[in-house]
Nanobody, 122 residues
């Protein structure tokens, strides 16, 4: 059982930056970030493989968000730049049990964090 704890959310003005962190209780395979905007379904944001050799981003965040991981710390990060009001959401960290590719579908992820709120003001 992999436990995940997110941190780093908060309130930021449009154009600003935030870095989310997700500490895992043990080294995981592919890890990802998802978000659930107000009144909408949860959506994929970014994923990274275990050795960080492959990454994948949603089109809506490509070029603005960067996913990375530090396996020595069992931590995955999401650097978010040029934030927009439409990025406002609860952000969730997730980990797969055995995926070696940057999975996009939420069903591929077995473990989930509790979520952290990101609010981008105009």
């Amino acid at each position: 059982q992999v436990q995940l704890v997110e941190s780093g959310g908060g309130l930021v003005q449009a154009g600003g930056s935030l870095r989310l962190s997700c500490a895992a209780s043990e080294r995981a395979f592919t890890m990802g970030w998802f978000r659930r905007p107000p009144g909408k379904e949860r959506e994929f944001v970014a994923a990274i493989t275990r050795a960080a050799t492959n990454k994948h981003y949603a089109d809506s965040v490509k070029g603005r968000f960067t996913i990375s991981r530090d396996n020595a710390k069992n931590t995955v990060y999401l650097r978010m730049d040029d934030l927009k009001p439409e990025d406002t959401a609860v952000y969730f960290c997730a980990a797969t049990a055995d995926y070696t590719t940057p999975a996009v579908a939420s069903v591929a992820y077995k473990y989930w964090g509790q979520g952290t709120q990101v609010t981008v003001s105009t």
